[in-house]
């Protein structure tokens, strides 16, 4: 049994922002529902999979519902910055969407990461439930947190130190 649950439903407000230095970051999903927030950790890589995900999975939702309205990717830079005080809940190991086609509804899953020691039926889960609208603006605001920082390497997905990148796709050689 999980050690909680937690369904944010409906988010009046969901975001993702880092804060730090770039290299020494750390990344953020945080939601608003009345007088809660909730925040959770995860790592940039899984920002930028989730913000590659959710336009994927959009395109799967339009041509499943062509009758569905585009969902706006508009957003106002200083409406999505996190807010404090940032007191995590958990860290993400996996993280996940579905969709409530009845209440035209996302839901953004996710799971805490866990040691090896940890019965895995004991992770923490969280679900976001928000808008199409409100989830392409995180992904269109998630992949700008992702470009302010370090570059990412086009062959391998993870972040270029200024000095050189080992990277595992060119066999470990530094570019």
């Known amino acids: 049994m999980p050690r909680f649950e937690i369904d944010v439903d409906p988010c ?11 290299g020494q970051r750390v990344f953020y999903i945080q939601a ?14 899984q920002l930028h999979s989730l913000a590659i995900g959710v336009e994927q999975f959009f395109a799967q939702i339009n041509e499943q519902n062509p009758n569905l309205s585009e969902a706006s990717g508009d957003y106002v830079e200083e409406v999505m910055r996190i807010n404090p005080p ?41 679900r976001f439930w928000a808008t ?6 995180l ?28 990277c595992p796709k060119k066999n470990g050689h530094f570019h």
């Not at 992702?146 to 000095?163: F, S, V």
Request: proline share 7%.
């Open 12 to 22: 009046d407000h969901i975001t993702a922002d880092a804060i730090g230095k770039p």
């Open 132 to 137: 199409r609208t409100q989830v392409r603006m």
């Open 86 to 126: 940032v007191d995590p809940l958990f860290r993400v190991g996996e993280i996940g969407l579905g969709y409530d086609k009845e209440r035209d509804l996302v839901v953004l899953f996710a799971k805490e990461i866990l040691t090896e020691e940890d019965d895995p039926e004991t992770a923490a889960v969280v």
């Open 32 to 45: 608003y529902q009345d007088q809660r927030t909730i925040t959770i950790i995860i790592e940039k890589a």
């Open 139 to 166: 992904s269109r605001w998630g992949m700008e947190v992702i470009t302010r920082g370090r570059p990412i390497c086009p062959q391998c997905g993870q972040p270029e130190e200024p000095e050189g990148h080992f």
